[in-house]
């Protein structure tokens, strides 16, 4: 059977989540499948010497990275993220520039981004990493297509993926992908999430991409359109219960918040929609309605306009069954 090995790159002010969060997933498929020796795991520094990650934790490494690629390339190369990547060590980017282009696969994991653009193997791709270093990215290396939005990309033999837990996702679309969907479920399962979210998914949960307001009407209206996003969200009714006028409240709700009324209802519910599909067992008829979509139709639209699918479709693709 085929072995994909896996070689993760170590440095000092990694995020220990970025290469513990992938390594978990990669070591129970091969379990899940059977096979121990599906997946190879060694992790690596540039000296083969301990590294301190940015939260204190030391790792000690299998091998250096001269070492490590003696017998050959990794199948896949994963390189993650953290705070030693503002200043990037040049003997790791050498290497990397020297030595991914071997690998079959290439994964970086939120910040991991940034060290491969370093080295020159981001030009004309498409990619991600976390919000917060997207802008950087894209400034200091504009010849790199920087989508903010997705949770991770896909871009041939190149994988990118937002920040932290969005490396989790990632690493179960690839065993997906390696070793079937019946696997990648036992393990997010194992791991207590759900079956991995589809990469176009945003960064963020609704209430996140929105600012919170500072004035204590409107975020307690933002936390209720949450609770309640059934709920007539009409500009009119949500002014009515911040005690505004709609003139009043639509020009301060975009100001405090960043986004207008309308679209931070858009979002609360299709994410609704989706967590409902996702989790639970009822009808597409019932999730349009707990959704404040209404029909079935209104919803069909929301979902193909925001993420080119419908929620049949996206249900069958992600939904996870109930034990």
């Not at 953290?82 to 020297?98: I, K, N």
């Not at 991991?112 to 990215?137: F, K, Q, S, Y």
């Not at 696997?183 to 960064?203: D, I, K, Y």
């Amino acid at each position: 059977m085929t072995q994909r090995p896996v070689l993760v790159v170590l440095f000092d002010g990694v995020q220990s989540l970025d290469v513990t969060g992938p390594v978990e997933v990669f070591a129970g498929a091969a379990r899940a499948a059977g096979r121990p020796d599906a997946y190879p795991i060694r992790t690596a520094s540039t000296d083969g010497g301990p590294v301190r990650t940015h939260s204190g934790l030391r790792l000690l490494p299998d091998t250096s990275l001269a070492d490590a690629v003696a017998d050959g390339p990794p199948h896949t190369l994963l390189v993650p993220g953290g705070e030693g990547t503002r200043v990037p060590d040049p003997a790791l980017v050498a290497w990397l520039r020297g030595h991914a282009p071997d690998a079959e696969r290439l994964v970086s994991v939120c910040t991991g981004a940034l060290l491969l653009a370093e080295a020159g193997l981001l030009d004309g791709h498409r990619v991600t990493t976390h919000w917060i270093a997207c802008d950087h990215l894209a400034r200091r290396h504009p010849e790199v297509e920087v989508d903010p939005e997705p949770i991770f990309v896909r871009d041939g033999r190149l994988a990118t993926s937002a920040g932290v837990t969005a490396g989790i996702d990632l690493a179960l679309a690839l065993v997906e992908e390696d070793l079937g969907r019946d696997v990648a479920l036992t393990v997010a399962r194992h791991l207590v999430v759900f079956l991995r979210r589809p990469g176009n998914q945003a960064q963020f949960s609704a209430q996140l991409a929105a600012q919170t307001a500072r004035r204590a009407p409107l975020r307690d209206l933002q936390h209720w359109i949450a609770e309640h996003p059934e709920g007539d969200h009409s500009v009119e009714a949500l002014a009515a219960r911040a005690g505004l006028s709609p003139r009043h409240f639509a020009r301060a709700f975009q100001a405090e918040t960043g986004t207008t009324p309308g679209r931070y209802v858009d979002r609360v519910r299709l994410e609704h929609a989706r967590r409902l599909l996702e989790e639970s067992v009822q009808g597409v008829q019932e999730v349009a309605r707990a959704a404040g979509y209404g029909t079935p139709e209104a919803m069909r639209r929301a979902f193909v306009k925001a993420l080119g699918t419908a929620p049949a479709d996206y249900r069958r693709r992600f939904h996870a069954p109930i034990a």
